[in-house]
C-alpha cells in the first residue's frame, strides 16, 4: 500500500468512527431505537471491506458493520435507515453495493454468504463472498454446518471473524476451545489465519490474499481478526458489570483509529476530521429527516407474487381505513 492508500483508509476509519460516535448520542435521544457499537472495530471492519472487488464480489454482514457499509460507499442514511426503524435491511439497494442487509440473526449471514458462493461458482462469475462473524457466532452450529459445507465444495468464500475478546459479557477463553477461531479450519479443509485486527494496512493484505485465493478456485479462508470492542455491547448493555476499567485503559492503548493515524501528519489528520465531520452532519440531518412508510407496505414484499389471501387482506384492510 501507498501513502495515499492508508490515507483513504484512515479516512474511513475516522468517517466511522464519528459517525458510530453519533449514532449512539442519537439513540440516546430516542430517534434510533437501538444501536451495536463498533467502537475499536474500525480497522477490521474497514480493512477488510476495502479488499473487495465491488464489480464481482459481495459482503455480508451482521448488526455492527457501519465500518464495512462506509468503506464499500453505502450512503449512511440509508444504512441506518435500518437503525432508525424506517425500513429493515436498510433503505441502500443491496445489488448494488454489493452489500447484503444487515443480518441480526447470530451466525446467519455465515449461512447466505456460502449460498451466495455456492451461486457464484455454478455461474462462473469470478466473485467471492465475505461474511463477517463475531467470536460468540462462532459458536453456533449455523457456522460450522456453513464451514463444512463451503470446505467440501471449495466454495469462494472468506470467512471474516472479529474477535473482540467478548461474547456479549462472556470471554472469549469462555466459550472458544483452543482459543483459536482461525484454527478450527483445519477441520474443514481450508486455511486459516489470525491476523492484528487493529492494523488496517494488515487487515488489508490478509483479506485481498484470502479473496484473490478463492477468485482463483482455490478454496474458503478462516480470517481472525484479533481486535477489542472498546464499548459496550450494544446500548443497552453496561460492560462495567463484566470487566475492569484496568483491561479496558490497557486495550485503547492500540486504538485502531490512533494507530493508522501514527503513520500520518497533523494536516492529514486535521482534513480527516473535518470530512468525518461534514459527513456527519450530512447523516444526522438526513436520518431526523426520515419519514415513516407507508403502513400499507405491511403487506408488499411478503411474496415476490402475492398471494390471493394477501390481495384479499390488503382489500379488507383497505376498507377499514377508509371506514
Not at 454446518?145 to 471473524?161: D, I, K, S, T, W
Request: one cysteine or more; a negative charge.
Amino acid at each position: 500500500m501507498d501513502d495515499a492508500d492508508l490515507r483513504e483508509l484512515f479516512r474511513l476509519m475516522v468517517v466511522t468512527r464519528r459517525l458510530d460516535e453519533e449514532a449512539i448520542a442519537l439513540q440516546r435521544q430516542g430517534v434510533l431505537p437501538a444501536y451495536a457499537p463498533l467502537r475499536g472495530q474500525e480497522a477490521a471492519q474497514v480493512g477488510s471491506a476495502a479488499a473487495l472487488d465491488l464489480a464481482r464480489d459481495f459482503a455480508f454482514p451482521t448488526y455492527r458493520e457501519l465500518g464495512a457499509a462506509v468503506a464499500m460507499g453505502v450512503d449512511p442514511v440509508a444504512y441506518l435507515a435500518m437503525h432508525r426503524n424506517i425500513w429493515h435491511g436498510g433503505l441502500y439497494d443491496a445489488n448494488v453495493a454489493r452489500l447484503a442487509p444487515p443480518n441480526a440473526v447470530v451466525g446467519g449471514p455465515v449461512l447466505h454468504a456460502v449460498g451466495w458462493a455456492m451461486g457464484a461458482q455454478l455461474d462462473g462469475t469470478g466473485g467471492a463472498a465475505l461474511t463477517y462473524f463475531g467470536d460468540g457466532a462462532s459458536s453456533q452450529g449455523d457456522v460450522h454446518e456453513a464451514m463444512n459445507f463451503a470446505g467440501v465444495y471449495r466454495l469462494p468464500v472468506v470467512f471474516f471473524c472479529q474477535n473482540n475478546g467478548w461474547a456479549i459479557s462472556l470471554p472469549t477463553a469462555d466459550q472458544v476451545a483452543g482459543g483459536s477461531v482461525a484454527a478450527r479450519a483445519a477441520g474443514y479443509g481450508f486455511e486459516g489465519l489470525q491476523v492484528d485486527g487493529n492494523d488496517v494496512t494488515a487487515v488489508f493484505e490478509a483479506t485481498r490474499q484470502a479473496l484473490d485465493r478463492a477468485r482463483a478456485g482455490e478454496g474458503p479462508t478462516l480470517v481472525e481478526a484479533m481486535t477489542y470492542r472498546l464499548g459496550p455491547h450494544s446500548t443497552s448493555d453496561d460492560p462495567s458489570r463484566y470487566r475492569s476499567p484496568e483491561e479496558e485503559r490497557a486495550r485503547a492503548e492500540r486504538d485502531p483509529v490512533e494507530v493508522a493515524g501514527q503513520s500520518l501528519s497533523a494536516e492529514e489528520v486535521t482534513e480527516a476530521e473535518e470530512h468525518a465531520a461534514a459527513v456527519v452532519a450530512r447523516t444526522t440531518e438526513g436520518l431526523r429527516g426520515l419519514q415513516a412508510p407507508p403502513a400499507d407496505e405491511l403487506f408488499s414484499f411478503v411474496y415476490r407474487a402475492p398471494t390471493a389471501a394477501l390481495l384479499e387482506q390488503h382489500r379488507a384492510w383497505k376498507e377499514w381505513q377508509d371506514a
